[in-house]
Every structure is written in structure tokens, then in C-alpha cells.
């Protein structure tokens, strides 16, 4: 079975930018749709962005098209989430998960597994 994590959060200003990094190890990664999400605060974890296998399909929520942008190189068996233009509404622990099926649009965190411990985002000036 295969092991995410997580890494690249921090702090950051409005209107700044940070890459998340999802770096797998075990299981067979590079046929694996990853996704990412997002929990803040007594919140649902939300969806963000996914990727299938194949680089070929990618959704993104509504939040973060034209501003987030993942991609991913199974040679190193890495996903990357590049956030621009970071808002007040984009602090959150973000996560990545695996699943085995198709990427979809506005996917359930449910669909996915294999989550690691999370990364946390804070945008504040």
C-alpha cells in the first residue's frame, strides 16, 4: 500500500505563492490518481485539486482554478500543488490521498485513502 507525505507549508503573505509537495513511497504510485484537499478549523475536509495517473485528466474546485496547479512526476513518484496568488481563505492543513479510480470533478474525500499527516498553510500578513 502506498505512503503519502506531505511538505512545502508555511507562512506566506496575501497574494504570495507556495508548492506543495505529496511524495509517495511503497505501493504502485503511477497508477494512482492523487488528490489533494484541504481542512481547516472544525471544517469538512474539502476538495482542491486531482490528477489521474496519466497526467491527463486534472480538476480543480472552483477556489483554486486559475490559481493552483498540480502536476506530478512519477519517476519520483511526486505530486505538486503550486498556489499563487494565496488568499484569506486558502489557510488550511492540506493533505493528499490515493484512489485507485478515475479522476473526477469534485471528488469526495472519501474516494480516497492513503492520506498523510497533512501540511499547514497560513496566509497573513
Known amino acids: 500500500q502506498v505512503q503519502l507525505v506531505e511538505s512545502g507549508g508555511g507562512w506566506v503573505q496575501p497574494g504570495g505563492s507556495l508548492k506543495l509537495t505529496c511524495a509517495a513511497s511503497?505501493?504502485?504510485?503511477?497508477?494512482?490518481?492523487i488528490g489533494w484537499f484541504r481542512q481547516g478549523p472544525g471544517k469538512e475536509r474539502e476538495f482542491v485539486a486531482t490528477i489521474d495517473w496519466q497526467d491527463r485528466t486534472i480538476f480543480y474546485s472552483d477556489a483554486a482554478k486559475g490559481r493552483f496547479f498540480i502536476s506530478r512526476d512519477n519517476g519520483k513518484k511526486t505530486v505538486y500543488l503550486q498556489m499563487n496568488s494565496l488568499k484569506h481563505i486558502d489557510p488550511s492543513v492540506y493533505y493528499c490521498?490515493?484512489?485507485?479510480?478515475?479522476?473526477?470533478?469534485?471528488?469526495?474525500?472519501?474516494?480516497?485513502?492513503?492520506w498523510g499527516q497533512g501540511t499547514q498553510v497560513i496566509v497573513s500578513s
Open positions: 490521498g490515493a484512489c485507485s479510480g478515475i479522476a473526477i470533478m469534485s471528488p469526495p474525500p472519501g474516494r480516497y485513502r492513503c
Open positions: 511503497g505501493g504502485t504510485f503511477s497508477t494512482l490518481t
